[in-house]
């Protein structure tokens, strides 16, 4: 490509939903609550894993990391697309499109391997009971926290600062509601293989190695609570996994459907609704998960209320 076919891009046009019209202000105050109800349920689990002392423990404690990863995607993301739904100029700039990709890779890195570290909480507690306190220590927890807070920077640096490092020549605009890194390549008038096949590798170090651990230890759990003698022991069991096995399908179903979608269905803007369904609607669903179906956080939140009243 010559020089001069090249532009300096200073912003980006994201066209997703544009071509609806009045809807928009519809899809606004929809998206508006889920987010507001995604925050505020995140929010309250935080305070109720932190407040009550009962709850002052391993699974709690990557309960609290998990809540404020999924507060720190959504925020990076829905605010911006809420702007641009009431906008006529639905734009965003250079410097805000690299720290929306930088974001969106390091929080969702990071709830990956947190995933992964809440699989290996309930696989000790199930498989190995009696070592449990042991094992998940105070300062192994920290350490294990540490490394998922770690694991998003590298990721989220080299991919952020490579994608948009490429020459634009073909337009702006982003046939997306978010700057991600499919459609910005589809931009760049430069050979982008390297960068594909680290992002193929990326996304195998992400999704599918901590997919990968986390049935491993589900497979371990299983066979151990199959293998319980009494059938109430087996219920309690299995109680406490249970909304982590939801929360895991849930991420990594609409994920994997996002990510591997063959490129003429996202022209079709089929990724759209899919790529709504890991930044909005999961989110918004994982706080009642964890509390509708949990006897430890709604007994928390009783007690909270009864101390307000």
């Known amino acids: 490509m010559s020089p001069h076919n090249q532009t300096m891009v200073n912003e980006f046009i994201l066209l997703a939903f544009s071509n609806l019209g009045q809807l928009q202000i519809l899809l606004f105050s929809v998206f508006l609550i889920f987010y507001l109800t995604t925050v505020m349920g995140n929010i309250l689990i935080i305070l109720l894993t932190t407040l009550d002392t009962t709850l002052h423990s391993p699974m709690y404690f990557f309960l609290q990391i998990l809540s404020f990863s999924e507060i720190g995607f959504v925020s990076t993301i829905v605010p911006k697309l809420l702007v641009n739904l009431l906008s006529i100029k639905k734009t965003i700039s250079l410097l805000g499109c690299r720290a929306q990709i930088y974001f969106v890779f390091f929080f969702g890195a990071m ?47 080299i991919q952020s600062t490579w994608l948009l490092s490429f020459p634009f020549c073909r337009s702006n605009t982003i046939s997306h509601f978010f700057c991600d890194a499919p459609p910005i390549l589809e931009l760049a008038c430069a050979d ?49 996994c249970s909304s982590h096995i939801i929360v895991v399908t849930l991420f990594y179903g609409s994920a994997s459907l996002t990510h591997f979608q063959p490129k003429s269905s996202y022209a079709q803007g089929n990724k759209h609704l899919l790529s709504l369904s890991y930044v909005i609607f999961t989110p918004m ?9 949990n006897k430890d956080v709604k007994g928390a939140l009783i007690k909270l209320l009864r101390k307000k009243i």
């Open 111 to 157: 709830e990956c391997f947190i995933l992964i570290v809440m699989a290996y909480d309930r696989f000790v507690a199930i498989c190995n009971p009696l070592r449990y306190t042991i094992i998940m220590n105070r300062k192994f927890c920290i350490v294990l926290v540490t490394a998922v807070w770690a694991s998003g920077f590298p990721v989220a640096t």
């Open 192 to 240: 982008t293989y390297r960068f594909e096949l680290f992002s193929i590798i990326g996304t195998i170090i992400i999704l599918f190695c901590p997919f990968t651990l986390i049935l491993v230890s589900y497979i371990h759990i299983i066979s151990t609570i199959m293998r319980m003698p009494s059938a109430e022991g087996r219920r309690k069991a299995f109680s406490t």
């Open 285 to 293: 669903l994982n706080p009642f998960i964890y509390s509708l179906r």
